[in-house]
């Protein structure tokens, strides 16, 4: 178990979150508030209802998308977006998340007639008042959805760059296929002409994969989408030549542990490769990915991951400020964490 002076240095030391999805932030009392509001029917009728439909649907990552479609469903209107930043920053501040990176997926909204420019005016604006309100600093990655096909990516990679500065939008992400799980949508090559000219137009990129899909799924993503970062990318575990790779190039993996185990990749944090990855060199932070699906905060994530895996202070500052090195724009906070480690010491 970990000392109580460690548990309360990991509550209270300044961090980044690399890998959150905005819409798998909104907590059962948003899902529940915006349903009735916007005239949207749930499989939950109240907070502990949607609790333990979270945690029986959420058991294998083809469960865990239906989920997610049930919560996107509830997201209508721009006031919707607004009220989700504003809580998103909220519950960052009580964690002690200074900057936060927050996936969203308007294919999904794109569908229900959300205009691009409502979105983005919704997370534009909460943004700034998140920023004024709790001192969380939050910029979006724009998630490339995998069962869009590639004209489709390359269309929105263009239309998504108008915000490249006042979102921000520093970075977009292929993410998970909501109308199927990874395994059964588009193959990373088809998708190299919308990364390279994401590119072009200076996005950062990321991409899910090692997740479902074996370290065959990273070395796809490596070659075609020529990637700055990868989002989980845990089973790279299983691939010697593939860690070596990672680790010379210095790609971070975004690792989400209790995701991982949520649905059921790993059987508990113990067996987790996280350490292992770290261990040889390659370059690793922690998220929450879904932090209202999962219930648990960042935090809790440093702390269960920390006893499962026997880590040190050391290593469980190093993951804290990897969290801000190899971010996409939060490098300049990493004087701020320096302060507070020096301060915490005096």
């Given at each position: 178990?970990?000392s109580?002076?460690?548990?309360?240095?990991?509550?209270?030391i300044p961090k980044a979150?690399?890998?959150?999805?905005?819409?798998?932030?909104?907590?059962?009392?948003?899902?529940?508030?915006?349903?009735?509001?916007?005239?949207?029917?749930?499989?939950?009728?109240?907070?502990?209802?949607?609790?333990?439909?979270?945690?029986?649907?959420?058991?294998?990552?083809?469960?865990?998308i239906?989920?997610f479609?049930?919560?996107?469903?509830?997201?209508?209107?721009?006031?919707?977006?607004?009220?989700?930043?504003?809580?998103f920053?909220?519950?960052?501040?009580?964690?002690?998340?200074?900057?936060?990176?927050?996936?969203?997926?308007?294919a999904?909204?794109?569908?229900?007639?959300?205009?691009?420019?409502?979105?983005m005016?919704?997370?534009?604006?909460?943004?700034?008042?998140?920023?004024?309100?709790?001192?969380?600093?939050?910029?979006?990655?724009?998630?490339?959805?995998?069962?869009?096909?590639?004209?489709?990516?390359?269309?929105?990679?263009?239309?998504?760059?108008?915000?490249?500065?006042?979102?921000?939008?520093?970075a977009?992400?292929?993410?998970?296929?909501?109308?199927?799980?990874?395994?059964?949508?588009?193959?990373a090559?088809?998708?190299?002409?919308?990364?390279?000219?994401?590119?072009?137009?200076?996005f950062?990129?990321?991409?899910?994969?090692?997740?479902a899909?074996?370290?065959?799924?990273?070395?796809?993503?490596?070659?075609?989408?020529?990637?700055?970062?990868?989002?989980?990318?845990?089973?790279?575990?299983?691939?010697?030549?593939?860690?070596d790779?990672?680790?010379?190039?210095?790609?971070?993996?975004?690792?989400?542990?209790?995701?991982?185990?949520?649905?059921?990749?790993y059987?508990?944090?113990?067996?987790?490769?996280?350490?292992?990855?770290?261990?040889?060199g390659?370059?690793?932070?922690?998220?929450?990915?879904?932090?209202?699906v999962?219930m648990?905060?960042?935090?809790?994530?440093?702390?269960?991951?920390?006893?499962?895996?026997?880590?040190n202070?050391?290593?469980?500052?190093?993951?804290?400020?990897?969290?801000?090195?190899?971010?996409?724009?939060?490098?300049?906070y990493?004087?701020?964490?320096?302060?507070?480690?020096?301060?915490r010491l005096?």
């Amino acid at each position: 178990m970990l000392s109580e002076s460690t548990k309360k240095l990991l509550a209270e030391i300044p961090k980044a979150e690399n890998h959150v999805h905005l819409e798998g932030a909104i907590t059962p009392e948003l899902i529940l508030k915006f349903a009735e509001r916007n005239g949207v029917e749930v499989p939950f009728g109240n907070e502990e209802e949607a609790k333990e439909y979270f945690r029986e649907n959420t058991k294998s990552l083809d469960k865990f998308i239906n989920v997610f479609n049930v919560i996107n469903a509830v997201l209508c209107t721009e006031l919707d977006f607004y009220e989700l930043v504003m809580e998103f920053a909220r519950a960052a501040k009580e964690d002690n998340i200074i900057y936060r990176e927050a996936m969203f997926n308007y294919a999904v909204h794109e569908k229900k007639g959300l205009s691009l420019t409502t979105v983005m005016k919704a997370l534009t604006d909460a943004r700034i008042d998140a920023m004024d309100e709790y001192g969380v600093d939050i910029v979006y990655i724009a998630e490339l959805d995998r069962a869009k096909d590639s004209a489709w990516t390359y269309e929105y990679i263009l239309k998504i760059n108008d915000y490249k500065e006042s979102g921000p939008v520093p970075a977009v992400g292929w993410a998970l296929g909501l109308e199927g799980a990874e395994h059964k949508n588009f193959k990373a090559k088809e998708f190299e002409e919308a990364f390279e000219l994401a590119r072009e137009l200076g996005f950062k990129t990321t991409a899910h994969c090692g997740e479902a899909q074996g370290p065959e799924s990273v070395w796809e993503v490596l070659e075609y989408m020529k990637v700055d970062r990868i989002d989980h990318g845990v089973r790279a575990s299983e691939d010697d030549e593939l860690i070596d790779t990672l680790a010379r190039k210095r790609i971070l993996l975004a690792i989400c542990p209790s995701s991982n185990v949520m649905i059921n990749l790993y059987p508990n944090l113990a067996h987790h490769p996280i350490k292992m990855l770290k261990d040889r060199g390659v370059q690793v932070s922690i998220s929450t990915d879904d932090p209202a699906v999962i219930m648990d905060s960042l935090t809790s994530e440093y702390v269960k991951t920390a006893e499962a895996l026997e880590l040190n202070e050391e290593e469980q500052i190093e993951l804290v400020r990897n969290g801000f090195k190899y971010s996409f724009s939060g490098q300049k906070y990493l004087g701020l964490l320096d302060e507070w480690l020096i301060r915490r010491l005096a």
